[in-house]
């Protein structure tokens, strides 16, 4: 994750304490030495729509042996144990697990910051008071266009317009709301309109995801964006987030899930002639060290699996019904777990040779593992040239 409101402006909010410090990128196990990782809890595959890009290839059935309420508290207990400092409710839909707040308050209650993603599509004003009420930090939800392009993608139609619903209830009862947003190439012309939305709908913060091939994303790697679409997309994001900061709007604007955007901005501040800002975008993505799942970023899916990122799930390492999560996390045996901790020697083509390997970490494992059949190799989402990372003129290997 890239805050672009970091990089540009250096205001802290609340997840910039667990990127950006300076012990951050040696860490093995967690978000520091002293802590445990993010936790994204995958705690039902039910849900209501059916986006065409899940990762989780979720549908509206029921399914069979997710955790319990009583099995779901021990995992929050072994969580708060390893020093976990934020639960994320993911699904499927979460709201529709019928203990949600229970679980959502006994994780507050355990010293863990609960925050939900969801497609907002069941937030009432009244379950928008409850989620405010508990004291969820964050409440996420997914739109990937306005309207028709949105409702598209979501696979129901009249998602938009509840999603939109759930949206003002967060907005309207003081609960910190925002965009989750997939970038690809039937929606990335909607960013500029993104923008007008969360300023117009009084919306504190956007993330910007780059496409990841998983789960149903498989049947849409040829509808990636290009090289050049990124880049495209990278400047409006950052042009358009400026002129929040220069009209006095402070929003927070991050992207996901592609660690070479840092490295875009220290270049570009660069070739603007910007030195200062440059220095200052450098700083931070060496403190961050780049993409660190199976580091200071886990998985936990319905049925208690344990996984580095919810991307990755065909990589399991252990079940939080058999064994506490830390023991899970810490546990090397398995070579995917080992070698995400020290990847670099493992790191193939591009990837190896990029002088800029500190500040991304080799980016993201799974979509080089869609494309090539190989976990190790490079992450064809990279939009920087040969020449900008250095291995122009070599033969590649």
Same mark, same amino acid.
């Given at each position: ?6 990089? !540009? ?6 997840? =910039? ?7 951050? %990128?040696?860490?093995?196990?967690? +978000?520091? *030495?002293?802590?445990? #990782? ?10 209501? &729509? ?8 979720? *549908? ?16 929050? =207990? ?19 697990? #019928? ?7 006994? /994780? ?12 907002? +599509? &069941? ?55 925002? &965009? ?14 993104? $923008? ?36 495209? /997309? ?19 604007? &991050? ?16 070739? *603007?002639? @910007?030195?200062? !800002?440059?220095?200052?975008?450098? @700083? ?12 200071? $970023? ?8 344990? %996984? #580095?990122?919810?991307? +990755? ?17 810490? @546990? ?5 777990? /080992?070698? !995400?901790?020290?990847?670099? #020697? !493992? ?22 593992? /869609?494309? +090539? ?22 033969? @590649?290997?």
């Amino acid at each position: 994750m890239i805050s672009i409101t970091k990089l !540009l402006f250096a205001r802290e909010y609340y997840g =910039d304490s667990l990127r950006y410090h300076n012990s951050a %990128h040696k860490a093995k196990n967690g +978000t520091s *030495d002293s802590m445990g #990782p993010v936790v994204v809890w995958n705690s039902t595959k039910t849900c209501n &729509l059916k986006c065409r890009h899940c990762y989780m290839s979720s *549908d509206a059935q029921k399914y069979q042996n997710e955790l319990t309420t009583e099995e779901a508290k021990r995992f929050i =207990d072994d969580l708060a144990e390893f020093k976990v400092p934020v639960l994320l409710f993911s699904g499927g839909e979460p709201l529709i697990r #019928p203990d949600f707040f229970e679980l959502a308050e006994y /994780a507050k209650e355990k010293g863990l910051r609960p925050t939900l993603s969801t497609n907002g +599509t &069941l937030i009432t004003r009244e379950v928008a008071q409850r989620i405010k009420d508990i004291g969820v930090g964050y409440v996420g939800i997914s739109l990937d266009g306005l309207k028709d392009v949105n409702d598209s993608f979501r696979g129901v139609e009249g998602a938009y317009d509840r999603a939109m619903e759930g949206i003002q209830n967060c907005v309207a009862v003081g609960q910190r709301v925002g &965009l989750r947003f997939t970038i690809n190439h039937h929606n990335i012309q909607e960013l500029d309109n993104i $923008f007008d939305f969360i300023e117009r709908e009084n919306i504190n913060r956007v993330c910007f995801y780059h496409l990841v091939y998983s789960g149903r994303g498989n049947k849409m790697m040829d509808q990636d964006v290009t090289a050049e679409e990124s880049r495209k /997309a990278m400047d409006t994001i950052i042009r358009r987030t400026k002129d929040f900061e220069d009209r006095g709007l402070e929003k927070e604007i &991050l992207t996901v899930d592609n660690h070479c955007d840092g490295v875009y901005m220290y270049l570009k501040a660069l070739k *603007d002639g @910007d030195e200062e !800002l440059a220095a200052q975008i450098k @700083d931070f993505i060496a403190m961050n060290g780049g993409n660190r799942s199976g580091i200071a $970023f886990a998985e936990v899916d319905p049925l208690g699996y344990v %996984h #580095p990122d919810q991307f +990755t799930q065909h990589h399991t390492f252990g079940n939080v019904r058999e064994r506490k999560f830390g023991d899970i996390w810490q @546990d090397v045996s398995h070579p995917i777990m /080992a070698g !995400l901790k020290n990847r670099k #020697p !493992l790191l193939k083509g591009r990837c190896s040779r990029c002088q800029f390997l500190d500040n991304c970490n080799g980016n993201f494992r799974t979509r080089a593992e /869609a494309q +090539t059949g190989d976990f190790w190799e490079s992450d064809p989402s990279c939009y920087l040239t040969d020449e900008e990372i250095g291995i122009a003129g070599e033969e @590649d290997v």
